[in-house]
């Protein structure tokens, strides 16, 4: 079976441009994570959905992030007007409730740069 | 927010030698999750351990968890080059679906 997969693997952007991060679950699987991992403040969790609706969002930074899953297969984290501070792995990550709520497996993340 | 610290934060060592990482917390989980991530990979899973004082080996590796759940270790005998990596302790809390994860610590092992 396919893992989770992310799209771009790396994205190289100037300030105040729109980003759009993209992730594919492991299929049958009921929740997706979106982490952020910078040396600074390492891995944290902007937001998670279960059965494609989003749970919670008190990770996501500011207004300028925004997370959709508009079906069980795909989603999106965006990024509007991107910011230098932005820079970081994203990872998106999923899990099945029934194999247990800590065993989650991520993508290879999308390493973004912002100028 | 849950703070999850582990110790050491970085750890330089010869091949053959024995390591000890350390995760800590203040709060209760319900369960502990070891995951190692390799440079340009996400993490993956090593381990799960739920029961208060229960301690899982994998090949080299050893988990323990903490009595009072709140605290686990992580022993590598014999190190290899294959061990490198970022460790990463993660925490669930009871009734929660969302992972904690620990500050980290990198490993890196000397041929």
């Known amino acids: 079976d396919a893992g989770v997969i992310q799209s771009p693997r790396h994205e190289v952007t100037e300030m105040g441009q729109e980003v759009t991060l993209r992730c594919k679950p492991i299929?049958?699987?009921?929740?997706l994570f979106w982490y952020r991992q910078t040396m600074m403040r390492g891995l944290e969790l902007l937001i998670y959905?279960?059965?494609?609706?989003?749970?919670?969002d008190s990770g996501m930074p500011e207004d300028r992030f925004s997370a959709k899953m508009p079906n069980a297969s795909f989603s999106t984290l965006k990024i509007q007007p991107s910011e230098p501070r932005d820079s970081a792995v994203y990872f998106c990550?999923?899990?099945?409730?029934?194999?247990?709520?800590?065993?989650?497996?991520f993508g290879p993340g999308t390493r973004l740069t912002v100028l | 927010t849950q703070l999850l610290e582990q110790s050491p934060q970085f750890l330089s060592i010869q091949e053959g030698e024995n390591l000890t990482v350390y995760c800590n917390s203040s709060?209760?989980?319900?369960?502990l999750q070891w995951y190692r991530q390799e440079p340009g990979e996400g993490p993956v899973l090593l381990v799960t351990?739920?029961?208060?004082?229960e301690v899982k080996k994998l090949k080299r590796l050893t988990f323990q968890f903490g009595d009072a759940r709140k605290d686990s270790s992580l022993h590598i005998t014999a190190a290899q080059p294959g061990d490198t990596g970022l460790y990463l302790c993660a925490g669930l809390e009871t009734g929660a679906n969302n992972l904690f994860f620990g500050t980290g610590t990198r490993l890196t092992v000397i041929p």
């Open positions: 990550a999923s899990s099945f409730a029934a194999q247990g709520r800590g065993t989650q497996y």
């Open positions: 299929s049958g699987h009921d929740y």
């Open positions: 351990v739920v029961t208060g004082g």
């Open positions: 709060s209760v989980f319900s369960s």
């Open positions: 959905f279960n059965n494609n609706v989003p749970i919670d």
